[in-house]
């Protein structure tokens, strides 16, 4: 999704990304993702990865958006989101107050099925589908986790990647959200 | 009762309150038409889907009421996305509704489809695509309440042809149920103290009135905050008329164009009280070197107005009138005292701004012979030579300057304008709507050219519908405010800017649209002419000022610069391009 912003994407990967992760309460209606995309384009906010799929009350979905807040008021973003009708409410998750997970699926090579066990095992990670030579492996883990596992498939050849991006919630200990709106 | 989706929606029009809508109809809006015919709301018939959009606007700002245009499908949607944005940008509560091929239709490119919804996303409050005719009133009641509460500003609701034709059980809603929408009107009473205290101790201070004192009812409360702390306004070109401009603690417009003295206050102001102003770089100049020393106290009933632009000291989210009330009665001392005396001496302050406003009037020169006439002789007699509470309409440029410079506004509600989008053919429709709304006011449009020649067709809609708005056109024969850009920032490298003086000829123009036309070429014949204009009252008026081709608008400040390097006329014209350049 790093590639919603155009222009503003480039110029933010060419420096270290500044991260924050928001969660929005959404109504489940037709078009809610497309105005919150387009709010964030028309916006200048970068997002760098989304995630959407309905809570338990299927009248609503959750969206766990990570924008690289460079040049950005964290705030604005938070103001203008609550100002979409259909935003039920949104609120920050610091990740020192959240946890995090992200789900990732990738073909690699595997002429050595038991070297890439062993990276994936650290992870948690299981081979899903495997032929003389290649294996789908999946992992779930902490993002930065996924990263870290991610450099250490490169060597075997990485055929195939896809990330969910990813989703987070308050931890149970957690202080009450920064930034709270539209309760 | 039993209604198609077409009656629901005209008799949820009459449920909420509509009295008037300007419309064209078209394919896809056709079922809705019909019963057009039966209902108690007039329809006025434009000719271009812009106009009823822009009409629509004029009539809310006159009103206070929301404004409904009707169009159809696929082009008729796209023309009448500039009124959206244009309404979204000067938040005016509008509510617009198109029509839309039939639901099987839709993604397959049928004729005049075209995803109005996600075109006007981005230039809407809110928008609908309704897909079940049951649900129309309750969109209906949304529409209007989310168009009118809160920040106001434009909604639409895209009704497909199939919808319109489905029968369902007509009920009207009690209430609307937004859980995603809770605007927020009542004021924090410790922010309002905070404020307060502020405003006590500010030896400099300036009350940054904007157009959210307009949308708040909040012109008599403003009056008597600014008498009682005794503190001077800027009224925003939003908000012209919200106090009057013969009041002594006004200073007059600010920014790009403003008045040397409500610029150069707001520059060395120690404490900026905003009351629905939105810090506009057309206000601002280069934000980083605005009013370097003011403290700022940010009343927006749009809290992502706060810190957007200017980050406040004290933010007040909350209704204008409301905050305004709230400050009234923390600042008044509870032995009925007078306030000023327990705030901070600004004697000193009060005799530089005098200085100012003696050093810096606005100012221009029309030669005694009469040639060249000069377009801030012709606003200043139209202002003479109109009632008091006549209705302003300005298009954009250097026409809408000079209108909002030199008209004396004392009313609020009395100038209509395109402020946020700068929207070249405003004035025309803008002005038919405010007649509309406002049958009984003289209305007149201060137009320029160009602009005229954007949307002048409309006046064949005012004059079938008997709608007698008046049409002053400063014809300078260019795309004036441009012009002046290429001659002060590319050398008087003229591109693109000359359209002739006579071509259009503007007299047989508005008399072959049912106007009476009128030629004005020198200054003796500008009264005259007004006064001829004001006797017509059976069909609109236009008269075509033939103005000084190179007059430009003074004071200006260069984009990018600073408010502190304003250019006062002529004289400066040198310096503009070292200062800044040309406004985007």
Known sequence: MSGAQGDGAVVSHAQEPDLHIFAAIVENKFGVLARVAGLFSRRGFNIFSLAVAPTDDPAYSRITIVVDVHNTDVTQIAKQLDKLINVINISELHPSDSVERELMLARVGAVDLAAVVDVISEYGGEVLDHTDDEAIVSVSAHPDRLDRCERQLRPFGLHVLQRTGRIALRALDASEPAVGMAS | ?584
């Open chain 2, 1 to 584: 009762m039993e209604l198609t989706g077409a009656q629901a929606l005209m008799r949820s029009l009459e449920m909420s309150g509509v009295e008037v809508m300007f419309g064209l109809p078209g394919g896809a809006i056709l079922p809705v038409y019909d019963p057009v015919l039966d209902s108690p709301i007039r329809h006025v018939l434009v000719r271009h889907e812009q106009g009823a959009g822009h009409m629509a606007q004029g009539y809310a700002h006159v009103t206070g009421k929301p404004g409904v245009a009707m169009v159809t499908s696929g082009p008729a949607a796209t023309n009448i996305v500039t009124p959206l944005c244009d309404a979204f940008m000067d938040s005016i509560p509008m509510v617009v509704v198109t029509g839309q091929v039939a639901m099987s239709a839709i993604g397959s490119d049928a004729f005049q489809e075209c995803d109005t919804t996600g075109i006007t996303m981005a230039v809407t409050k809110h928008n609908y695509l309704v897909t079940d005719a049951a649900d129309i009133p309750r969109i209906v009641a949304e529409a209007f309440h989310i168009a009118t509460t809160g920040r106001p500003g434009p909604v639409l609701i895209d009704l497909p042809k199939d919808i319109s034709n489905e029968m369902m059980t007509w009920y009207w809603p009690d209430g609307v149920e937004l859980p995603g929408y809770r605007p927020r009107s009542g004021v924090d009473p410790a922010a309002i103290a905070e404020a307060a205290a502020l405003i006590r101790t500010a030896q400099r201070p300036v009350i940054y009135a904007g157009g959210g004192l307009l949308k708040a009812r909040a012109a008599e409360a403003l009056r008597e905050f600014a008498e009682m702390c005794d503190i001077h306004v800027v009224t925003t070109l939003m908000a012209r008329g919200v106090f009057p401009d013969r009041h002594p603690l006004c200073l007059g417009m600010p920014g790009m164009h403003g008045n040397y003295s409500a610029v150069t206050a707001m520059q060395q102001a120690d404490l900026l009280i905003n009351l629905g102003a939105r810090f506009d770089d057309r206000v601002t100049g280069n934000p980083a070197h605005f009013a370097p020393g003011a403290k700022v106290i940010h009343v927006d009933i749009d809290p992502a107005e706060h810190g957007k632009v200017r980050v406040p000291d004290v933010a007040i989210v909350g209704d204008a009138r409301l905050a305004v009330e709230a400050l009234i009665a923390a600042l008044r001392p509870a032995d009925g005292s007078d306030t000023t005396a327990a705030t901070a001496d600004r004697s000193a302050w009060k005799s530089t701004i005098s200085g100012w406003q003696e050093q810096y009037p606005l100012q221009y020169d029309q030669p005694s012979s009469g040639h060249p006439l000069k377009p801030q002789y012709v606003v200043e007699q139209l202002r003479d030579n109109t009632p008091d509470d006549t209705i302003v309409v300005a298009g954009v440029g250097q026409h809408q300057m000079w209108a909002s410079q030199y008209w004396k506004f004392d009313y609020p509600y009395t100038w209509v304008n395109s402020g946020g989008l700068g929207t070249m053919g405003f004035a025309v429709p803008a002005a038919i709507g405010a007649k509309v709304g406002q049958p009984d006011r003289t209305v007149w449009a201060v137009d320029g050219d160009g602009c005229f020649q954007m949307t002048a067709q409309e006046l064949i809609s005012a004059s079938a519908e008997n709608i007698p708005v008046k049409v002053a056109i400063l014809n300078n024969a260019y795309l004036g405010m441009v012009r002046q850009w290429q001659e002060l920032f590319y050398a008087e490298r003229y591109s693109e800017v000359y359209l002739s003086a006579d071509h259009p000829d503007y007299v047989g123009w508005a008399e072959a649209m049912g106007c009476a036309g009128i030629r004005v070429e020198s200054a003796e014949e500008v009264v005259p002419a007004i006064t001829k204009a004001n006797s017509i009252d059976d069909r609109p008026v236009v008269i075509d000022f033939r103005v000084d081709t190179e007059e430009k608008v003074y004071p200006m400040v260069p984009a990018g610069g600073s408010n502190d390097d304003i250019i006062l006329g002529p004289e400066g014209d040198a310096d503009a391009v070292l200062k800044g350049s040309a406004p985007s």
